[in-house]
């Protein structure tokens, strides 16, 4: 079963960068879809970002595109969000997730999901 702990959130300024972690306990990392997904205060978890099992595939939402940069190292049991140019739009709970399935950018379709992290972009 995935497990998953989320680290690496914190404080940026605008313009700065930080890298999430998404890191499997259970290592079974490789046999699952990952997805990256934000939630900031008042509104709805939307999706960020995601990549399939082998790294072949990745989309971005058009608010980060350009910005971050999704991968995964299945040897570690472990995926990645590299933030760069960030916003204070940005700010916010960040959270990954895992799925059996293919791909997708609906949160309902993600089985698992770590606690999250959070990341605050000041200005």
């Known amino acids: 079963q995935v497990r998953l702990v989320e680290s690496g959130g914190g404080w940026a300024q605008a313009g700065g960068s930080l890298r999430l972690s998404c890191a499997d306990s259970?290592?079974?990392?490789?046999?699952?879809?990952m997805g990256w997904f934000r939630q900031a205060p008042g509104k709805e978890r939307e999706f960020v970002s995601f990549i399939s099992r082998g790294s072949a595939t990745t989309y971005y939402a058009d608010s980060v595109k350009g910005r971050f940069t999704i991968s995964r190292d299945n040897a570690q049991n472990t995926g990645y969000l590299q933030m760069n140019s960030l916003e204070p739009e940005d700010t916010a709970v960040y959270y990954c997730a895992a799925r059996q399935g293919p791909v997708s950018v609906r949160r309902n379709d993600y089985e698992y999901w770590g606690q999250g992290t959070q990341v605050t972009v000041s200005s």
């Open positions: 259970g290592r079974t990392f490789s046999r699952y879809t």
